[in-house]
Nanobody
Framework: QVQPVESGGDSVQAGGSLRLTCAAS????????MAWFRQAPGKEREGVAA???????RYSDSVKGRFTISKDNAANRLYLEMNSLKPEDTGMYYC????????????????????WGPGTQVTVSS
């Protein structure tokens, strides 16, 4: 059973930084397609960043240049480095993945991912 678990969420001031981590037992990171999504109260879940097995990343326009997605295959970890945080980055952040994924490019559509973590809260105050 594959179960992602996120950590690293916190409350920070605007302009600050956070690093989120996703750990998922039961899967081989080198062959996974993985992504970070977020959901603010009253809003739909939004794709933030995605990465495919060979390492190519993709970002939403709202975070491009500020966030970096990466994965450590040896440690079975997915990361989201978030810099220059803004109040509009506030929300619950979720890790999502597909195992043995053969996608040719990263995808930021929630319905394309099978496994989801419970989320970690990020709050950015102005």
């Amino acid at each position: 059973q594959v179960q992602p678990v996120e950590s690293g969420g916190d409350s920070v001031q605007a302009g600050g930084s956070l690093r989120l981590t996703c750990a998922a037992s039961g899967s081989t990171y080198s062959r996974n397609c993985m992504a970070w999504f977020r959901q603010a109260p009253g809003k739909e879940r939004e794709g933030v960043a995605a990465i495919i097995s060979e390492g190519t990343g993709r970002y939403s326009d709202s975070v491009k240049g500020r966030f970096t997605i990466s994965k450590d295959n040896a440690a079975n970890r997915l990361y989201l480095e978030m810099n220059s945080l803004k109040p509009e980055d506030t929300g619950m952040y979720y890790c999502a993945l597909n195992v043995d994924c053969g996608w040719r490019f990263p995808i930021l559509l929630a319905d394309r991912y099978k496994y989801w973590g419970p989320g970690t809260q990020v709050t950015v105050s102005s």
